[in-house]
């Protein structure tokens, strides 16, 4: 019956309170998968209202209530950039997404220059990159892949080594998605502007308000963000463009973004990724969102004897908010099923290959054995998650792993494992 009638509509049709106290809602989830989307911040919330509500008109208009929204979408350039430390906000291009940014800059790149076809990316990147990078040496680009180690660590020198006088672009992102480990696109920089013509692609899609950026300071030309990783809602991302470095329109028509970008600006989602800038630079959370996750990483490493972590140990080299642990010999979607029916929302690896059977990429590329690439949990905290969240999950999580320990056909490949490491 619950089914038939969501609560609002009980209400609405004026069902009385005591019968309303039979129907429960869910209860509250515990969100640990803030590396696939974030929940709305409130104070985002209200800045973007007005712009679905009382405010409204054409950016392009000459008359007050467009150039109320044009200003609306200048002051976000402003916080976008202010949170990156570009030099001018006017490096800061609007997209609808953290892959159209990505398209954008290595697309772009290859449209504005075609005799400079080396790409220079690496094995882990999002499918934003590494799919399109696939494409590209499919349609007669030469793609040089840059190999992790088993930590999915870089090793500098391969990129020494492959960087030629003639590589068009090199695109390294700044944090993997799914480990959360992070490259030093510092130095990574230099060395391309130091050896080759390059321009230098970050996808910072997953560092962005969970580490400090600046890049007045950095050697990066092109650099891409989405909203909806930091609390803004989903359509609406960035790209930056060092002022300098020339990139064909991603959308040609109207003059919107500077002629780069065309088509009517998203006032309302763009006013929102603004704020959600203000807010991670006026309100980071990063230190208490590092205490939690290291809580929930070393409690499940320290009493789960099948659970190994996936990325560097080295807290210094990875997010904040990532811990990606695989449990040995069983499988992540049930882990997952089991935590979702216990209210803990995580993910297998990255959100975007859950529906397949296959390994991560990512884990592959870190020679993660199989059946622990199978067994990863991917948990991504967030300004939201609280002590008693992490508490809750560690409390359920060895019980729902020891059920399924048990009904794993690798019974003895566990018992071996459970001996060594010294569990039950
Ligand atoms: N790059 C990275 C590292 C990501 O994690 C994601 C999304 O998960 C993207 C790019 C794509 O961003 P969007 O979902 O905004 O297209």
Known sequence: MYSLFTIHDLRFTGFCDSLFTIYHLPPQMIYLDNNATTRVAPEVFDAMRPYLTDVYGNPSSAHSLGRRMKSAVELAREQVAELLGAADPGEIVFTSCGSEADNWAIGGFLEQNPTRRHIITTRVEHEAVRNLCEHLAEIG???????????????????????????????VMLANNETGVLFPIDKIGRIVRENSDAVFHV?????VAKIPINLKELDVDLFALSGHKLHAPQGVGALYIRSGVKLPPFIIGGGQEGGRRAGTSAVPNIAALGAACELARKFAEHERIEKLRNKLEDKILGTIPNARLNGTPDRTKRLPNTANISFEYVEGENILLHLDKAGVCVSTGSACHSTTKESSPTLRAMNVPYTAAQGSIRFSLGRYNTEEEINHTLAILPEIIGKLVEMSPYDKELKALYTARGGA
């Open 141 to 171: 680009c030469e793609v040089t892949w840059l190999e992790v180690d088993g930590n999915g660590e870089l090793n500098l020198d391969d990129l020494h080594q492959v960087l030629r006088r003639d590589t068009g672009i090199v695109s």
């Open 203 to 207: 996808d910072g899609v997953q560092a």
